[in-house]
């Protein structure tokens, strides 16, 4: 299922540099600090059994995810989203590890986009794939 969705899609975040400009570096650090934060919220809440909290912090994940172009990331919020309304705990917790460890590898994916050259439009789409083990 997730072998289908990219770690990073680089697009759209040359589109967001080319959309923030000056502003994307630090727009950037933002977003990925919030991802983080939602990461531990996320798995304190799953602790807890916090159902309503997961559901939030997870819509809230993928929806900041996919603006990043973190679109792997997105789809396992999608999941746990979902799974927060239906599913037992157990599912939840091991979609909530999957989705702490993807959050990693597309920070990872994220940073080395911002230590890579200047694309000059988005027309050089390039993907950042990584195989789920």
Do not use: Y
């Amino acid at each position: 299922m997730l072998d289908s969705f990219v770690v990073l899609d680089r697009g759209i975040l040359v589109e967001l540099r080319n959309d923030l400009e000056d502003e994307f570096p630090a727009i950037l650090e933002i977003s990925l600090q919030a991802m983080s934060e939602r990461a531990e919220i996320i798995q304190d809440a799953i602790t807890r059994q916090e159902i309503a909290t997961i559901r939030k912090v997870a819509h809230q994940i993928k929806s900041n995810s996919r603006q990043l172009g973190a679109l792997r990331v997105g789809k396992i919020a999608e999941q746990m989203e979902k799974l927060a309304s239906s599913q037992p705990t157990s599912d939840i917790l091991k979609w909530g590890n999957i989705l702490v460890d993807e959050i990693g590898s597309a920070k990872l994916a994220i940073e080395e986009f911002m230590l890579s050259p200047t694309l000059s439009s988005a027309s050089n789409r390039e993907l950042i794939t990584e195989n789920l083990a």
